[in-house]
């Protein structure tokens, strides 16, 4: 059974950086889609960015484009979303999340993801 654990979530000023840690335990990140959201008070959970289980490909919304960058440890435990030019509208609770088995696709939907992690909070201040 893999656990997810997610940290590295602060209180920031906007137009500051964060970088987010998820590290695996029990198993790797190998071969394995993952992604992380985030969910704000009164909000669904919205996508945020996904790594394919190749390790080549990603995706973002919209709202990060450009502003964040998610990525993979060389020892396959870890991913991280590293957060540029932040913004009010940031703040939330993020949540990594990895597929059950192998595959090498790129997925984006909460259901495509199997294994989560408890979240961490994400606070911008203007």
């Known amino acids: 059974q893999v656990q997810l654990v997610e940290s590295g979530g602060e209180l920031v000023l906007a137009g500051g950086s964060l970088r987010l840690s998820c590290a695996a335990s029990?198993?790797?990140?190998?071969?394995?889609?993952t992604g992380w959201f985030r969910q704000s008070p009164g909000k669904e959970r919205e996508f945020v960015a996904a790594?394919?289980?190749?390790?080549?490909?990603?995706d973002y919304s919209d709202s990060v484009k450009g502003r964040f960058t998610i990525s993979g440890g060389d020892a396959e435990d870890t991913v991280y979303l590293h957060m540029t030019s932040l913004q009010p509208e940031d703040t939330a609770v993020y949540y990594c999340?990895?597929?059950?088995?192998?595959?090498?696709?790129?997925?984006?939907?909460?259901?495509?993801?199997?294994?989560w992690g408890q979240g961490t909070q994400v606070t911008v201040s203007s």
């Open positions: 999340a990895a597929s059950t088995g192998r595959t090498y696709a790129l997925l984006s939907r909460p259901e495509d993801f199997y294994f």
């Open positions: 029990g198993g790797t990140f190998r071969a394995r889609a």
């Open positions: 790594l394919s289980g190749s390790g080549y490909l990603t």
